[in-house]
Each structure stands twice: as structure tokens, then as C-alpha cells.
């Protein structure tokens, strides 16, 4: 059973709090809130940030926003601290604010401004839903993904992605599914996939306008075709009979 706490223990936490209450007007007093009372001219020496490269306007407002933040952990601490001490005015300091019971003397000492016993403790409880970008995105590429329809073979949102990244981005070999990679262009999402065509055939085999004239064209696709024993190579003896005539 959990005792309530001593006069001397509560008196002690009183002062811990008035303490760390003095602290923390104390520092935001001095450093100008964190430097948010000076201007954003009188932060960067500047008269106007026209002139100046956006990196250098996108630092400051970095700083800016980082401030903030820690402007308001500040004041959500010395909200907490007040109303701690509100709570040993009026007799409540001590007992928590959900089930009433006495807070364990360790938990104060660990955490003076704590209202709740660690049971009921909301910060403890994980959060049951998901954002629902989620659903919308499922699956991959969202609803622009229409690889999972048999019947469609259209351009769509995983394609676009895949021409976008074929520009490059910021992963590396490491970080590639596929361990075995011999280049960048191979991280890609199916790298492999025919690009511009269906049958390998197509990337070497061209035509005149009329259809009659038809040539190869020895090109990377075609010598691999060849190693790869999926065509005939009997076109090679045929480029040796065309240069002896």
C-alpha cells in the first residue's frame, strides 16, 4: 500500500520545483527566448535576405523553427511545474488525477510534476491508429499502381517512378534489395525490365519506312541476346558472306 508523503519529503519537492521553475525563467530571460526577439535582419547582419543564396534563408528559418520548439518544451515544462505546485496548494499534490490513489514517493522524486500514477500514466499508452495516408497509399504507387490487375498494362504511377528514378537517387549499393548489383543502374526498381520494348528483338531489329528493308543493328541487347543463346546466330555468318562480296 502506498503511503502519502512526509511534510519533509513534500516541502523538499517544493523547493526542487521553485527551483527548476527559477531555472527555466531564468535562461529563457537570458538568451532572448531562444534568440526569437531579436529580427530575422538582426539574426543574419542583413539588411534584406534578397541577395542572398535561398540556403542561407533556409538555415535561418531552420533555426527559427528549432527555436520554437524549444521555446515551447520550455513553456509545456514550466506548465507542469506550476501546476504541480498549484496542486500542494490545494492538498492534491501527490494523489492521481485518474484513480485517486497515492503516486509512489520514488516515481515524485524521479518525476516532481507527475500527475498520475505510472498505471495510468497517458504518455504510456501506444497509439492504436494509423495515419490514414496509409490506406490511401496501399498499395505500393497508392491507387496509380495497376500491376496487380491482370488485365492492365498501362502506363502508371509505378512507371513514372521508375523514369524519375532513373535520374538517380539517394540510395546507394548498400542499401539496395538486391545485394548482387554490379552498378547504380541496377538498383532500380525492376532494373531488368525491358525498356522501350517487349521481345529483345525488337531493340535490334529495325526497318525502313516501307518495311522491306530490314537490318540489324548490333547493339549491346543484341550481343547479350546472342550469349544469352535465345536467337539464332547464324545472322553472324551473314555479316561475314556480306563483307567478302
Known sequence: MTLPLTEERLQSLRRRLLRDKNDIEQRTRQNGHFGLTNAYREST?????????????GTETFERGKDVALLENEAFRLERIEAALRRMDTGEY????????????ERLEA???AIYCLEHEPRQREKEGRP???TFLHPPFGRTSLDERGDQNGFDG?????IVESWGNSDSPA???DGNIDDYGSMAIESDENDGFVEPLESFLATDITGRDI???R????HRYLANREGDPLLEPDESADEQT
Open 45 to 57: 547582419g542583413e539588411l534584406s535576405g534578397i541577395d542572398n543564396h535561398p540556403a542561407d534563408a
Open 94 to 105: 501527490g494523489r492521481c488525477a485518474a484513480c485517486g490513489r497515492f503516486i509512489p514517493a
Open 111 to 113: 518525476l516532481p510534476t
Open 132 to 134: 490514414v495516408e496509409e
Open 158 to 162: 509505378e512507371d513514372a517512378w521508375q
Open 175 to 177: 542499401m539496395a534489395e
Open 215 to 217: 537490318s540489324v543493328v
Open 219 to 222: 547493339n549491346r541487347a543484341y
